[in-house]
């Protein structure tokens, strides 16, 4: 029930498309989903997050999507560029209990082809 | 505003031996979490601190531990370290108390075990 799916493993997508990346949890408790995004050498960095009271949020190029029945979400990339080229991670917390511990998905490699 | 600072960045030890890692939160950030980075695990939580006190742990043996001081600043320590051990260890802080939820990371110590 602490698990977070997330897939594909590892992505290519040409400059200009869209990349999408899907997570998948059990524990009905989570009630905050974020998306982290890291650079080789870097730590993780938060990129934009969601809570289930709404259906999809977004930021910029980045979108999250979110449906609660089927308890999945997942993270759209519009105009892919280059410099999106990273690992994501996606990861769920029980945030009302206010903890700095996040479950994470285990990550999906990145790469925008120029 | 200084990130978060993790030390040291690359440290390499033989079985058996024992390390202590360092990280200094964002000031202001009285929570930091740990995590464990590796290829095929991903990120596991490792513990959270908060004012000084243990509040959650993952599931890792007894031989990780921490601690938290009163500036925040937070240690972990592992002992009778073992070739799995090696991994890039992931310190994060927070603003505990707005329920943000952001994480914020340093760019991790990465311990190899011989």
């Known amino acids: 029930q602490q698990q977070v799916k997330q897939s594909p493993q590892s992505l290519i997508v040409q400059k200009g498309g869209i990349s999408i990346i899907n997570c998948a949890y059990e524990?009905?408790?989570?009630?905050?989903f974020p998306w982290y995004q890291q650079f080789p050498g870097k730590g993780p960095a938060l990129l934009i997050a969601i809570r289930p009271d709404v259906s999809e949020k977004k930021e910029g190029r980045f979108t999250i999507s979110f449906n609660k029945s089927a308890k999945q979400f997942s993270l759209h990339i519009m105009d892919s560029q280059p410099g999106d080229s990273a690992t994501y991670f996606c990861?769920?917390?029980?945030?009302?209990?206010?903890?700095?511990?996040?479950?994470f998905g285990q990550g999906t490699t990145l790469q925008v082809k120029p | 505003k200084a990130g978060v600072t993790q030390t040291p960045r690359y440290l390499i030890k033989t079985r058996g031996q024992q390390v202590t890692l360092s990280c200094s939160p964002i000031s202001g950030h009285r929570s930091v979490s740990w995590y464990q980075q590796t290829p095929g695990q991903g990120l596991q939580f490792l513990f959270e601190y908060f004012s000084e006190t243990q509040r959650n742990k993952g599931n890792f043996p007894g031989r990780f531990s921490g601690r938290q001081f009163s500036n925040s600043r937070s240690e972990m320590n592992v002992s009778t370290l073992e070739l799995g051990d090696s991994a890039l260890y992931l310190c994060?802080?927070?603003?505990?108390?707005?329920?943000?939820?952001?994480?914020?990371f340093g760019e991790g110590s990465r311990l190899t075990v011989l």
């Open positions: 524990n009905t408790a989570f009630d905050y």
């Open positions: 990861a769920a917390s029980p945030i009302s209990s206010n903890t700095g511990k996040l479950i």
């Open positions: 994060a802080s927070s603003r505990s108390g707005t329920n943000t939820g952001e994480l914020f």
